[in-house]
């Protein structure tokens, strides 16, 4: 199921107000950005998942998996921003600062940037598995799907991911 | 270390549970790019929390708590459009002249309205009771002549207690004929307190 099979062009569908949208999966998609890319970014991708969910929010179906929506859409921020092809965060102007305790919070913490080195380090299918499973809560078809392979691919994916992680603390924690 | 141990330090690392401006962050960008289809916020007030909602265009709903927000938010939705976000600032000005109104220092509302939720002979009404100044109330039959309409007394009092913009379109100053007040979204006690709080400061 692509982000377009989930659309419809039907208006008589009953959509609960986005904001609801926001709260609920909010913390979820942040958790997802921040592992996807630093801090920094993470605020940007978060700001530009939600914007382009509110866009399309009017046509969406009913009874969507709405996470899984909004972590495929996330998932395509981040690796926009990985290429560098993402919209530059528009001129600053009228728009609320992001507080530098978000991006200051997120350094003070090297567990942090152990983890998210230890992460990058994956193969991308396996980096993308250990996070839309784990920490999306998607289910393996959902991942599949999203890394475009298949469930059983994207449950050897993460499983394998998980060992390797496994495998670097170990090590780490002996140095 | 277990898988789960592995798992629940790669949950903890990247949970973030700070409030960090991003939803305010989201809400200018949206409404800078035309996606924010209704704002909403609510203020305290003595006849307990109301929730203000406004489109583009201006106010379109104030809400009594004994309404449910909850579930008027989802009318809101449904009636307008999903792309609805908690955004105070839309709203301010309408939250500060009602908090002055409350306080007896304001007599007039200063805000666009949008009346797109009341059609036909139930907008005329509202358009007309905008009219009624502060501290004057008015019979149904009045409202329903001065709507165009003078034998549609019962569709007049239907319209003012359907006003989605009650106080600031004032449904509250038309009354019976018998000079008993009548019924009100905020239920008749709200109305009383209205119509005596502008009595005394008139």
Known sequence: ?175 | MSDKQIIDRLTNAFTDVASDGLHSRLAALAERQGLLDVSYRTVDSPLGLLLLAATGEGLVRVAFNCEDHDAVLAGLANDISPRILRTPRRLDEAAHQLDEYFAGKRRAFNVPVDLRLAHGFRRSVLEHLRRIPYGVTQSYAAVARAAGNPSAVRAAASACSHNPIPLVVPCHRVVRSDGTTGEYLGGPEAKRALLAMEAAAA
């Open chain 1, 1 to 175: 199921m692509t982000v377009s099979a989930l659309m419809t062009r039907t208006r008589d569908a009953v959509l609960p107000p986005f904001e609801e949208i926001v709260a609920e999966h909010g913390p979820v998609v942040k958790r997802v950005c921040r592992a996807l890319l630093g801090p920094a970014d993470a605020a940007d991708a978060w700001s530009e998942t939600f914007l382009s969910a509110l866009e399309a929010y009017p046509k969406l179906r009913p009874g969507s998996r709405i996470r899984a929506w909004l972590v495929t859409i996330a998932h395509r921020k981040a690796i926009d921003q990985r290429r560098g092809t993402a919209r530059r965060p528009q001129p600053a102007g009228d728009l609320p600062e992001i507080p530098a305790a978000d991006a200051a919070s997120a350094g003070e913490s090297s567990m942090d940037d152990d983890l998210r080195a230890a992460l990058d380090a994956l193969p991308p299918k396996q980096r993308g598995a250990v996070i839309y499973r784990y920490l999306a809560d998607l289910s393996y078809a959902e991942v599949g799907e999203l890394l475009e392979s298949s469930a059983t691919a994207a449950r050897r994916s993460a499983a394998d991911g998980i060992a390797s992680l496994r495998e670097q603390f170990s090590k780490g924690a002996k140095r």
